[in-house]
């Protein structure tokens, strides 16, 4: 029906002016309704892009307000979490079965080639962040136990047949049947990992007697060598791009062995300064004389004072060896002296050589008085701080050993594995930390850790190998399994305090990460994860929700989560946790009168259906 202008009746005077008072109080209403909306979407740190990015009503994050309140376990008032409805999470598609959100080739082409950045971190934005189960191979099955895993893996786990066409001739990994076998051959050491090292255990004393611990293996190839050191009580991080080496990660922590996804280009190696007493490269590829000497600039970083930087491969031996290598003698002979010469201007010391590897030392000495901001290379100042190495940018400076550390040296530190329970002289920097807040961490986590082993039997038995400690602090839990077949990966947060120079000086390993993105790994590496408080800590920056499936994505099917938090984040954990196609079950901490409890989850090993 319409309406023309004759068929409106005629309004008295008064009765317009209310009609008009009914929009504007709707207009207030809704305004106001509308900022209460963006308030609560900016007061849990979500982005706006988050708050209209469709998803199912199961798929809240955790803190989630309704419109009901209760007290949490601190007596504060907190908003009531999310329904415990079921929560359903769809299977990601076949192809994301090697899935790596921060290092996906498939976004590559988004990045520039400079250095090879486009392999260093990208990770998606909100909006293409994935809300599905990452499935697994066909044929996955549970790896092989530790030590075995050390020489074989299933085939059908990490099923790529590019690197072992092209590196079988160099005894990578030969396939047998249904497995992968690691001969322990590689590139530089043809007559085997374990001659290799002996002959550089021969030219570095210190590898024998406990003054080496932790070491870095950069372009680490299947990690043979990693591999062969943990049996000489020195823990390696491998680090390999994803790059046409299918693989080389996935297949070190298939075989039980530390390891992360990394390239040195134009952003700092995620650890400290004064790090690891040695680091490695065994033809790794890396043009380690170009850009002014920016990558061995890195490396002198996140070495200790007095420790040693080991390389095979060319120049070393070019004097036997430049006939394999496409070059000329001369070409490589003015390749080592430059190589000699840019490491001595950085205070490195040629330590010995022999055969096809060579060692130097870094310097602990007065070296770094002869270098000032204008010399070549410059001494760094102190607009950045050494330690910091979450996106920041890598510099064309020496960093220089703090004069305020006397015991940071090689030589300075306590043998392994004495270190271990020794409070290291940094701990210092860390706030509101000191050596008795250190000790009193030490004996709290042996008894946490004992309790652990009542609710979660496997943990100390040879069914789990590979650990991740989300949230450490001075890697309390790591030192407390120190004598069972496992090793651990410390994560020190990257918004919070910086102790993982503490987890070094310890002789443990780590790496600064921030939970809000995915971790540099491959699917399915971890067989337990561990968190102390982490939904607590972060949950005003990160959606839980990304968290948990990020959790999922790198637990390996029958794998374990340990999760230690406040009932208040547990009671959210658990339906989502279920929709991840995890068991749980609730208990209490070790000390009955904690009000933090305990969940301990496992994630079901499940076929895709695509």
Not at 236 to 250: C, F, G, K, M, Y
Not at 323 to 329: E, L, S, V
Request: charge should be positive; glycine fraction near 8%.
């Amino acid at each position: 029906m319409k309406y023309s202008k004759e068929d409106k009746p005629e309004r008295a005077g008064g009765a317009g002016a209310g009609s008009r008072a009914v929009p504007v109080a709707l207009v207030v209403v809704v305004l106001c309704a509308f900022s209460f909306y963006l308030g609560g979407i900016y007061s849990t740190g979500r982005s706006l892009l988050d708050s209209i990015q469709p998803a199912p009503t199961a798929l809240l994050a955790l803190g989630a307000a309704t419109t009901t309140r209760r007290p949490s376990d601190d007596g504060q008032a907190r908003p009531a979490l999310a329904s415990t409805a079921a929560v359903a999470f769809p299977e990601c598609p076949a192809d994301y079965q090697d899935y790596t959100p921060c290092t996906d080739p498939k976004r590559w082409r988004r990045y520039g080639n400079y250095r090879l950045s486009f392999m260093e971190r990208h990770c998606p934005p909100p909006p293409d962040r994935q809300q599905c189960l990452v499935p697994p191979p066909k044929g996955y099955k549970p790896p092989i136990r530790w030590p075995k895993s050390k020489d074989q893996c299933w085939y059908r786990n990490v099923p790529y047949d590019w690197i072992n066409s092209q590196k079988s001739n160099q005894h990578w990994l030969v396939k047998e049947g249904d497995r992968f076998r690691f001969p322990g051959g590689g590139t530089m050491f043809p007559n085997g990992v374990g001659a290799y090292v002996d002959l550089m255990q021969g030219l570095v004393p210190g590898m024998r007697d406990g003054t080496v611990r932790t070491a870095l293996d950069t372009g680490c190839g299947v990690a043979s060598w990693g591999g062969d050191l943990l049996g000489r009580g020195i823990l390696t991080v491998s680090l390999a791009p994803r790059d046409n080496h299918e693989a080389q990660v996935q297949f070190a922590l298939e075989r039980g062995i530390p390891a992360i996804l990394g390239i040195i280009s134009t952003q700092r190696l995620p650890f400290p300064s004064a790090a690891f007493d040695m680091a490695h490269c065994s033809r790794c590829l890396i043009p380690w004389t170009e850009f002014g000497g920016l990558y061995l600039l890195e490396i002198h970083r996140v070495l200790r004072p007095g420790g040693f930087w080991v390389l095979s491969g060319p120049p070393v031996n070019y004097e036997n060896r430049w006939h394999g290598w496409n070059t000329t003698a001369q070409a490589q002979k003015a390749d080592l002296d430059r190589l000699k010469k840019m490491l001595a201007s950085m205070c490195f010391k040629l330590y010995s050589m022999k055969g096809d590897i060579a060692v130097w030392q870094k310097s602990a000495d007065a070296c770094y008085d002869k270098l000032t901001p204008v010399t070549t290379p410059a001494k760094c100042d102190d607009s950045v701080d050494p330690d910091a190495a979450w996106y920041v940018p890598m510099r064309s400076c020496v960093t220089a050993p703090s004069p305020k550390y006397r015991k940071l040296g090689l030589n300075a530190t306590p043998k392994w594995p004495q270190r271990l329970s020794v409070a290291p002289e940094r701990i210092s920097v860390v706030p509101g930390s000191s050596a008795a807040a250190f000790k009193q961490d030490d004996a709290r986590w042996k008894l946490r850790v004992k309790h652990y082993k009542t609710l979660l039997p496997a943990l100390g038995s040879d069914k789990i190998r590979n650990v991740m400690d989300m949230n450490t602090v001075y890697g309390g839990f790591a030192g407390s399994l120190i004598k069972d077949p496992v090793w651990v990966m410390n994560v020190v947060s990257s918004y919070g305090p910086n102790s993982l120079g503490v987890v070094y000086d310890r002789g443990l390993i780590g790496v600064n990460h921030d939970w809000c993105e995915a971790f540099s790994t491959y699917p399915r590496t971890y067989d337990l994860l561990h968190l102390d408080g982490l939904f607590t800590a972060e949950s005003h920056r990160c959606e839980m929700k990304y968290v948990l499936l990020e959790m999922d994505r790198i637990l390996r099917p029958t794998g374990y989560a340990i999760i230690r938090e406040s009932t208040y984040f547990l009671d959210s954990v658990a339906p989502i946790a279920k929709g991840m196609r995890w068991s749980c079950e609730k208990h209490s901490s070790e000390n009955k009168a904690d009000k933090d409890k305990i969940l301990v989850c496992q994630k079901k090993l499940w076929a895709g259906k695509q």
